[in-house]
Nanobody, 124 residues
């Protein structure tokens, strides 16, 4: 089992920045690719980005490319989502997830473990 706990969400004005963290415990963190997803009110959960085991490979949804950056610190069992130039449409609950593969993927069913989510609200 892998337990995931997100933190760092909050209220920010459009154009601002936030950094989300996802702390993992349980099995060896460096054996899991990590992904970030988000779910806005009334919408389905959508892929935001993912990072490979080593951190050497990242991939982002077009909607956040160039604004969001995922990184990980395997020594701290933590993955980060740096969000810059935030827009009101980025408002959502953000979830981190762990996949027992090297790259992870863009689909929810590719991930084995999920955090409880953290709310991000971007005001206009």
């Amino acid at each position: 089992q892998v337990q995931l706990v997100e933190s760092g969400g909050g209220l920010v004005q459009a154009g601002g920045s936030l950094r989300l963290s996802c702390a993992a415990s349980g099995r060896t963190f460096s054996n899991y690719a990590m992904g970030w997803f988000r779910q806005a009110p009334g919408k389905e959960r959508e892929f935001v980005g993912r990072i490979s085991w080593s951190g050497g490979s990242t991939y982002y949804a077009d909607s956040v490319k160039g604004r969001f950056t995922i990184s990980r610190d395997n020594a701290k069992n933590t993955v980060y989502l740096q969000m810059n130039s935030l827009k009101p449409e980025d408002t959502a609950v953000y979830y981190c997830a762990a996949a027992g593969t090297y790259f992870g993927g863009s689909y929810q069913n590719e991930y084995d473990y999920w955090g409880q989510g953290t709310q991000v609200t971007v005001s206009s």
